[in-house]
């Protein structure tokens, strides 16, 4: 695995105690929790603006077996806005934006997510495919259904983060200029 | 409920003949019977909306149609829809102190469905005035409906008038003399109209049975199914008066609403369980269960299973009352069971003889008298409140055991329970004089009892074996409001329990 090496822009939220492995970098704006773990392992990660880990977030960037010993390195990269909520494992190769994890979703390494998509609370998702942008898979059988906006962003609770982690947290500090 | 004790093991011979597990048991205090969903009255106590926790009177719920008129469910999912809010800029462009514009959109939290996706305009209030969709099948059904209602309401004059003239009453003139209203017509030459009560509704349109359907489009075989847009089989049954073929077409529904249900013992008519009326409240005025009232038997460990082998069976038993008890096992005994149902059976026939005679030149003999009635699910006519409940005979147990159970000689108590039982480290002291061939071990309110079985000789490798005893205890009443010098009334219960012990295993 490559070592440590964190690149955070101004204006993002990454606390101390999150668990971080490998070549990250963070988007201004973006609110890593506490306990949150992205781990780089097949490569570097890299994370939009305006993102929301929460806690017990898994992000893993791991290659699928059959693509694992090929000479160049794969970057995960996350868009902008995305919402990783509570507990949920995330494993794509490729994340665009707008999109919301839900709790205790997972999502395996063969699925490329696009765009403001719902993966809904529990469901797994393993197949290998591309979701289209903004569908949204729901309920304990993963029916899927193709909404006509992307998710509505959560503006006010990422204020509210901003204000009050800081509070309670140690703070990692950017490290990089714009 | 999932209770504690997983797979029924135990299981309980209600008075009706049914056995179920003791969770889903009622005792009824005033009879002094064990109780089932079988064979209580299952009466509607109030109808109220799941989601804005309202009651909804009887009528007006008939009217609406079991729905709720404020509260819709998502059209994709089933889930309740939320009303949210999107601003929409301020009300006058022009003036930056007038205020933002606020409207309201339906929208699902668990699909994502909104409102806005099958073009619903958002509305000013949050209350609503959501469009409601017309069904275009409604004058049909009207008319159908009418002709019901007709059909009913003339019966039922027929009824009225009926018990009018066997009663007599109101002795009219005409009645006296023989001469009728037609009769009278006919007399003074006046065309005789038949009676407005006895006039025959008119039949609405009958439908008509067509084998021709329209051909399938084209562009069904042609063009690959976007399975995007079709709605499932639960989305159509949702809307069944429209039943929408492609998603576009979901609009939101109103939501069902719940009833809280009280039961009713049939015999005694006391309520066994009866809700809080409060739509918020999860509590009930009374919950007569009989996990509250009767001995809790629960499996421990039995030996391996031989044909025709004697095992030592090892079980608990729980006091749950506040009453010091003392069980006595029993032979099952499904024949003294089998005898007392027919002795029931007489004397109800007895009892309907005599009902029927002094019923004599009334009306029809009501429903709760016809003998076949009493095993008949309870129907929904029987749900009407105040109506003389139909009385459930008790019935033969069918069940068979197939393992003998050896029946102890000695009797043994069970204190009562105790709730700081559990948080008292100092060593409990009983002074009970137990045989130690029947009480393994006890702990406050349980005793763990050793029984010995013997499955049948004929039974085969894998045969189920099943064995049950009676279970006789000393049940403590308190119901009548304790009198002074009285002490609460003693009663000996018995009930039949039933254990389900494995499979028979082969020899070592």
């Known amino acids: 695995m490559a070592r440590n090496s964190f690149k955070i822009f101004p204006g993002a939220l990454v606390c101390e105690e999150s668990k971080l492995r490998g070549d990250i970098t963070v988007g201004a704006g973006t609110i890593i929790h506490p306990s949150a773990s992205i781990i780089a392992e097949a490569g570097p990660i890299i994370i939009g603006e305006n993102c929301l880990i929460e806690e017990q977030a898994k992000i893993i960037h791991r290659l699928p077996f059959d693509q694992q010993n090929k000479d160049n390195t794969p970057v995960l990269i996350i868009g902008s806005h995305n919402v990783f909520e509570v507990d949920c494992t995330i494993e794509a190769p490729k994340i665009g934006n707008n999109n919301v994890f839900e709790s205790k979703c997972f999502v395996g390494n063969k699925v490329t997510v696009s765009n403001g998509c719902t993966i809904g609370a529990g469901c797994r998702i393993t197949d290998e495919q591309i979701l289209k942008e903004n569908i949204s898979i729901f309920g304990s059988k993963c029916q899927i259904r193709e909404s006509i906006d992307k998710p509505v962003p959560q503006i006010l609770q990422m204020e509210t983060l901003m204000k009050i982690l800081p509070n309670y947290h140690h703070i990692r500090k950017p490290n990089k200029k714009h | ?110 699909c994502r469905w909104s409102s806005r996706d099958v073009g619903i305009p958002d509305q000013p209030s949050a209350t609503g005035g959501w469009p409601e969709r017309e069904n275009v099948h409604i004058n049909r059904l009207q008319e159908v409906l009418d002709t019901y209602k007709q059909i009913m309401h003339s019966e039922k004059q027929q009824k009225e008038s009926d018990k ?189 003889l005599e009902q029927a005679l002094s019923l004599q030149e009334k009306q029809p003999m009501s429903l709760p008298s016809l003998p076949y009635s009493s095993g008949s699910q309870p129907s929904s006519l029987l749900s009407l409140p105040r109506l003389p409940s139909v009385i459930v005979k008790p019935r033969k147990i069918f069940t068979e055991t197939n393992c003998d159970v050896a029946i102890p000689e000695s009797s043994f108590i069970l204190p009562p329970r105790d709730d700081a039982a559990e948080y008292d480290d100092s060593s409990e002291v009983h002074n009970f004089e137990d045989d130690p061939k029947l009480i393994k071990w006890r702990k406050s309110n349980k005793a763990f009892v050793k029984l010995a079985v013997t499955p049948r000789a004929d039974l085969k490798l894998g045969d189920e074996v099943v064995c049950g005893f009676t279970m006789q205890h000393i049940y403590t009443n308190v119901l009548p409001p304790a009198v002074e010098n009285k002490q609460p009334q003693k009663y000996d219960h018995k009930v039949r329990v039933f254990l389900t012990l494995g499979k028979v295993v082969g020899s070592e």
Not at chain 2, 190 to 196: E, F, G, Q, S, Y
Not at chain 2, 260 to 277: A, G, I, W
Request: proline share 8%; with cysteine; charged share 25%.
């Open chain 2, 1 to 110: 409920m999932s209770y504690i004790t997983g797979p029924d093991v135990v299981k309980y011979a209600c008075t009706c003949g049914l056995l179920k597990p003791i969770p889903q048991l009622y005792f009824c205090k005033h009879c002094l019977q064990i109780r089932c969903r079988f064979c209580v009255c299952h009466e509607v106590d109030s109808i109220f909306c799941g989601k804005c926790s309202e009651n909804i009177p009887s009528a007006e719920a008939r009217v609406k149609k079991n729905r709720c008129a404020n509260c819709f469910i998502c059209p994709s999912c089933q889930q309740e829809l939320s009303t949210r809010i999107a601003s929409k800029g301020p009300a006058n462009p022009d003036d930056a102190k007038s205020p933002i514009k606020k409207t309201y959109y339906l929208s699902c939290y668990f």
């Open chain 2, 164 to 352: 009018r003239k066997q009663r007599g009453k109101f002795v009219s003139y005409t009645d006296k003399t023989g001469v009728t209203a037609s009769a009278l017509r006919k007399r003074i030459g006046l065309p005789d109209i038949p009676h407005a009560m006895l006039k025959k509704p008119k039949p609405p349109e009958p439908a008509v049975a067509k084998a021709e359907v329209d051909e399938l489009p084209e562009s069904i075989f042609t063009e690959p199914i976007k399975l995007m847009e079709v709605t499932t089989i639960e989305q159509r049954l949702m809307q069944p008066e429209c039943q929408p073929l492609t998603v576009d077409k979901l609009f939101p529904v109103h939501k069902q609403l719940s009833i809280k249900q009280s039961l009713r013992c049939r015999t005694c008519e006391h309520n066994v369980s009866k809700p809080e009326y409060n739509p918020n409240s999860v509590k009930f005025k009374i919950q007569l269960l009989a996990y509250c009232y009767i001995p809790e038997v629960r499996f421990v460990t039995v030996e391996p299973l031989r044909a025709g082998q004697t095992v030592e069976l090892i079980i608990k038993f729980t006091n749950p009352t506040q009453y010091q008890t003392t069980i006595t096992i029993l032979d099952l005994d499904l024949d003294e069971q089998a005898q007392y149902v027919e002795e029931q059976k007489l004397i109800d026939l007895t009892q309907n």
